[in-house]
């Protein structure tokens, strides 16, 4: 089995991919310095990608960025460049890579707990997280053969609360997070949202 995961050298993408090679996938690795590069931001680098790769039975995205802002201090750079990167930067790569999914292949795009739990100064990740759900429960209408696309929403990962000098409890690690990645692709379901276990909304 092969899989191209997006954002294979982050935080969240690092935890994929070991769960992905110990379940025995053959990865492909996509971020902007990659050998083949991506850029999510930028459609044409998104098409040339996908170009660039063969057929994989999974397509998984860890990557885009929104902005951390109260609402007050939302200006139009930052409501533009978080929509065009974690949400149509994540909506570029289902329609540039569904082609390259082979029969009952999925892909999983990267929302987050703001979706369901936000905190102050996350509205704009908040909405661009439930805007991928609507995207996944529309796009699913129009998959074939049996070609799925589901959305993860993990809670803030120990790594990353560490490196913002938070504490790391109650935040689950990456490896523990990557198994929610691999629940949605061996579930068989699509347009389904998925959490890593405990952290599911209340
Ligand atoms: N970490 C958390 O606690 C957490 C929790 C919930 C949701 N999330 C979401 O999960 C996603 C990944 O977060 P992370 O913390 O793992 O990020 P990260 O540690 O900063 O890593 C980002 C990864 O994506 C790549 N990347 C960045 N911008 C890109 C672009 N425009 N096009 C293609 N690749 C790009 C980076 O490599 P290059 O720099 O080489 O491109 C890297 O591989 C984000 O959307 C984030 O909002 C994170």
Redesign the pocket.
Known sequence: MKAIV?????????GIVAELESKGYEVI??????LV??????PE?VHDFFESTGKVDAII??????AFAPVSELDEEKIQSSLN??FA??LRVAKYGMKNLKENGAIIL?????AYAPWPSTSI?SAV?KGLEGFALGATLEMEDGKRIMVA?????S???EKMGMPTDP?PK?SE?AKSYSKALESGKSADVFYVDGYEPK
């Not at 995205?61 to 929104?66: D, E, Q, T």
């Not at 929403?153 to 990962?157: F, I, N, S």
């Open positions: 997006i954002g294979a050298t982050g935080t969240i993408g690092k690795s996509g971020h902007r310095n990659s590069s991506i850029d999510i931001d930028n680098s995205c860890a990557a885009g960025s929104a990167s974690k930067g994540q990267t929302g987050g707990m703001f990740i997280n929403h993990p809670p803030l990962l790594e990353t609360a935040w990456s997070v």
